[in-house]
């Protein structure tokens, strides 16, 4: 990350945060797109990736990701110090 490039802030439901004791709901990541930004979660929090991602790899399709309010997916641009925001899909019947 060069000097004075503000990196995205991630936002993580307390659902995933109970999956990852310690971690914090708001995390500072790198990252130029949604993809890159995944890969920098999961090294700064171990297994995440895993939650987000399927094989394909693709957003999984239980999870949201917005960047800046906007739904994203994994080629979407981030913006330096842009809102993440990471969202599980809401069912029920």
Partial sequence: MSAGV???IVH???SLIALFPGAARRIEVA???VG???DELDRQV?????RLLDAGPEIRTHINIYVSAERAGL???VP???DVHII???SGG
């Fill in 36 to 38: 890159e930004v995944i």
């Fill in 31 to 33: 990252g130029s797109t």
């Fill in 12 to 14: 993580l439901p307390r």
């Fill in 80 to 82: 330096p110090g842009a």
């Fill in 88 to 90: 599980p899909a809401v």
């Fill in 75 to 77: 080629d979407t641009a």
């Fill in 6 to 8: 503000a990196p995205a």
């Fill in 46 to 50: 171990p297994g995440m990736r895993n």
